[in-house]
C-alpha cells in the first residue's frame, strides 16, 4: 500500500466485487477466496489464492502439494490441498454464469434497500464500490419478531454470526469489551438474496418484514 504495509485480502465473499473498478483479490500481495457451496460461485469445497506477485504463487503452489515441485522432492513442509479436476471443471463452469448472478443478486438488495427503507438499517454500497451481496443482512431493534414471522411464513433467513469472536472460547479470557459489537450481533440477520429468487417472492419478503415492524 501507499502507507508500505502489506495488504492481504480476505475476499472469500467477494467474487466479483470493485472498488473503484478493481477487482478485489487484485489489492493486496494476495488474496484468498472461498469456494464453499453456499458461495456465490462453488466447486463443491476449497478456494483460490490471487496474486500479481511470481514468488507468492510459486510458494502457493509448492504449499498446496506437499511442498513439491519436483515429484517426490519435498522444497519445504506442506499440505495437501489440491483442487481435483472434477471440482474444477464445476468452477470453470460457474465462473460463467458468475456476472450474471452477480446482476441479479445486487437487484434483488436493490430492491430491500428501496423497500425497507425506514423497517430495517440496510447494507450501504459506497461510491466507487461494487458490493456482490454474498449475503444481504439487515439491523432490526427486534429481531426475535421480525424472526418468528419469516418462520410463520416459511421465509428462510440465516444470522452471521450469532456468537461474536471475542466472546467465544479461544478468546474469552483476553476480557475484551466490545459493546457495540455484542448489540450488533442480536439484532443483525441475512434475509434470502438468491439470484434464482422470484420478484414475487422477493415482495413477499419485504411485506412480511414491514407488516410486523409497523404493527
Avoid at 48 to 59: F, G, L, S, Y
Avoid at 107 to 136: C, D
Avoid at 185 to 210: C, F, W, Y
Amino acid at each position: 500500500s501507499e502507507a508500505g504495509i502489506v495488504v492481504f485480502e480476505d475476499a472469500a465473499q467477494a467474487h466479483g466485487a470493485t472498488v473503484d473498478g478493481r477487482p478485489v483479490g487484485g489489492l493486496g500481495l494476495w488474496g484468498a477466496f472461498s469456494f464453499y457451496p453456499t458461495k456465490n460461485m462453488t466447486t463443491g469445497e476449497g478456494g483460490m489464492i490471487t496474486t500479481n506477485d511470481p514468488d507468492v504463487a510459486h510458494r502457493a503452489r509448492l504449499l498446496r502439494n506437499q511442498g513439491m515441485e519436483q515429484r517426490y522432492v519435498h522444497d519445504i513442509p506442506g499440505l495437501n490441498e489440491r483442487m481435483t479436476e472434477i471440482e474444477g471443471a464445476i468452477g470453470r463452469v460457474q465462473l460463467r454464469h458468475l456476472e450474471d448472478w452477480t446482476e441479479r443478486r445486487r437487484a434483488n438488495a436493490a430492491f430491500y434497500t428501496t423497500h425497507l427503507a425506514g423497517a430495517a438499517v440496510t447494507p450501504i454500497e459506497r461510491p466507487g464500490y461494487r458490493h456482490v451481496y454474498h449475503q444481504y443482512t439487515i439491523r432490526v431493534s427486534d429481531r426475535r419478531t421480525v424472526i418468528d414471522a419469516l418462520e410463520a411464513d416459511g421465509i428462510g433467513y440465516g444470522i452471521y454470526y450469532p456468537l461474536p469472536t471475542h466472546l467465544q472460547a479461544p478468546y474469552v479470557d483476553t476480557g475484551a469489551s466490545l459493546p457495540v459489537t455484542e448489540q450488533v450481533a442480536e439484532q443483525v440477520l441475512s434475509i434470502p438474496v438468491r439470484p434464482d429468487l422470484t420478484t414475487e417472492e422477493r415482495k413477499r419478503i419485504v411485506d412480511v418484514i414491514n407488516e410486523v415492524i409497523d404493527s
